[in-house]
């Protein structure tokens, strides 16, 4: 098709797997490319001059993907959604993932924070339920080794595992209604050591040689 004046506005191309739809600027540039398959996927890529701006893919499963591009053509964030109504949000910083946003078939969450700064950990990963109420949170070395745990239970206790710089645990506190139990390990992942604090302030260290009891003071 052309306008008035003879410029080109689209192009439509039929073959016997799809069509595709071409739609030109004024100044003949590509702004819009429509595949259709016919199965019925729809793939439309947007484009800000040379540069990609944005492309929507929709599925005849009905599931979705949604990619959009920052002022230079660099990916800023893809949401992928399914017919179960599971999706994933990533989203980028010139190019770089920083986040991602899952939310899982049965309502659950799970989010992750990618090139964090300034600590001994540079991903953190949420899970929540859903209602959003936090179910674990873990911290990821920069070579994905862990540095942090924690496990929140349905009956309100919480378990917290600490981990060195090379992954290896050093501690992991157990706290219940009646007591604070903190273990500690040595480098080879020995119990090295186990304190019980109960609520009514008595307190037991058992201390351990290998596998074998070395002390215990109540």
Request: net charge negative; charged share 15%.
């Amino acid at each position: 098709q052309y306008d008035s004046t003879g410029h080109k506005t689209s192009v439509v191309t039929v073959t016997a797997s799809a069509t595709t739809t071409d739609f030109y600027t004024a100044a003949g540039a590509l702004k819009q490319n429509v595949v259709q398959t016919t199965s019925g996927d729809v793939t439309t890529t947007n484009y800000n001059g040379s540069l990609l701006a944005s492309v929507y893919v929709v599925n005849a499963d009905g599931s979705k993907d949604s990619k959009v591009y920052d002022s230079n053509g660099i990916i800023a964030s893809d949401l992928l959604q399914n017919k179960d109504g599971s999706s994933s949000n990533t989203v980028y910083s010139a190019g770089v993932k920083t986040k991602v946003y899952l939310t899982n078939a049965d309502g659950s969450h799970d989010n992750y924070t990618y090139n964090i700064t300034g600590q001994s950990y540079t991903t953190e990963i949420q899970h929540t339920d859903a209602a959003n109420k936090l179910i674990s949170l873990t911290r990821l070395h920069a070579d994905n080794s862990l540095a942090y745990q924690q496990v929140f239970n349905s009956d309100g206790s919480k378990v917290t595992t600490q981990y060195d710089s090379t992954g290896h645990k050093t501690s992991v506190v157990t706290v219940t209604a009646s007591a604070t139990t903190t273990d500690f390990y040595t480098a080879a992942g020995a119990l090295k050591q186990n304190v019980v604090q109960t609520t009514s302030g008595d307190v037991t260290t058992t201390n351990y040689n290998g596998s074998l009891l070395a002390s215990v003071y109540v």
